[in-house]
């Protein structure tokens, strides 16, 4: 059932969350908090080097963390109101004015609805980045999700999202080991992972 808080019920939540510093993430998914400690040395160098193969392949509007996204059509939902914050977003267009100044008024959570890739490194919490994130972000029906599995030396790609449904995901999954390039759909680069660790 839709909440009936108010529209900034769920960033109010996390505003609140007690975090160490500001490098540690809140976020809300699925209904539920997450707590993301920060990233480790290798993590972070797996980012910036996502970050830097897609801008060298022309994918200009690739960024790391720092923003975060909130399910546009459900924002204000307390069950499927998802509030994250990806190691890698890629959108498709920039925000409109109107939309940056809703955000504005939304604790700076930006609409999901421009990002067509997210990308995320697992560190200690392999149930959040596997399961509760799949849903997530096939909920919100982002196009491709990237995930880094560094405890098993695995890219794996997700494409085709459910949307909005009961059992939400992807219907396609794509894997690929360490050391061998992940094949990804224009407009994006293949990506080199031989030095990822």
Known sequence: MASTHHPNAI???????PVPDRRWRAE???GGIAI???ADLEHLDIERDLLFQMHRGNVESARLRGLGYCHSARCTDEATGNHVVP?????TRTYTPAEVSSAAGHLNWLPSDPLDLVAEVT?????????????AYGRMAIPY????DR???????LCTPTGDVDEPGYADKHEFRFGKDVDL???YPALTTKNWR
């Open 11 to 17: 960033p109010d939540l996390l505003e609140e969350v």
């Open 28 to 30: 809300y998914v699925e």
């Open 36 to 38: 993301t400690p920060p």
């Open 87 to 91: 190691d890698l977003a890629v959108l």
């Open 123 to 135: 560190g200690n919490d392999l149930i959040a980045d596997m399961l509760v994130k799949v849903r």
């Open 145 to 148: 999700y990237l995930i880094v």
């Open 151 to 157: 405890s098993v030396r695995t890219v794996t790609l």
């Open 185 to 187: 759909p224009a407009p």
